[in-house]
Every structure is written in structure tokens, then in C-alpha cells.
């Protein structure tokens, strides 16, 4: 299997997540992505997820969701379990 990028949390591959400060970071799963900007906004606690995540993406534009379908996009690959640099 060949994938676009690679989650800095889980370190699986990923076709579709959040893009962080323009490439910087990717998370694959939205738990993920909340415990990340939970722990880097402490003061936004009040908040709820859907909240939070919407003042992260629109207000501050810290990350925003895509996917890659393009298969000149796919910069890993997935041999035997372990996920490569192709």
C-alpha cells in the first residue's frame, strides 16, 4: 500500500488528515488532532472538540483537513507492516 504522507503520532501512513502549519506535522485521526491542540491551546479548555477544532482551522488557521488522491502525491509505502520512504 502507498500513502501521501505519514502521521507524527500513530507513524502510520495516511491519504487523507490534517496538515499542520503547512506541512510541518500530519495527524491521521481527529482524537489525535484534539489531544494535540489541547495540550499546545490550555486556554481554549472551555471549548468543546467540534469548537475547538473549529477555532483552530478557521480562526487561526493552525491546520486544515485533505486528502490526496493523486498517486504521484504517494511519497511512502507500506512493505510487511513497516512504512517506507519510497
Do not use: F
Not at 31 to 39: A, M, Q, S, Y
Not at 66 to 76: F, G, P, V
Request: include cysteine; charged fraction near 40%.
Amino acid at each position: 500500500m502507498r500513502y501521501a504522507r505519514q502521521c507524527d503520532v500513530t507513524k502510520e501512513g495516511m491519504n487523507e488528515g490534517w496538515v499542520w502549519s503547512d506541512g510541518l506535522h500530519y495527524t491521521k485521526y481527529y482524537d489525535d488532532t484534539i489531544k494535540i491542540l489541547r495540550t499546545d491551546h490550555p486556554t481554549k479548555k472551555e471549548l468543546s472538540d467540534d469548537e475547538l477544532m473549529e477555532w483552530a482551522v478557521e480562526e487561526e488557521d493552525l491546520l486544515y483537513y485533505t486528502d490526496w488522491e493523486d498517486e504521484d502525491d504517494y511519497i511512502y509505502e507500506e512493505i510487511n507492516g513497516v512504512i517506507n520512504e519510497i
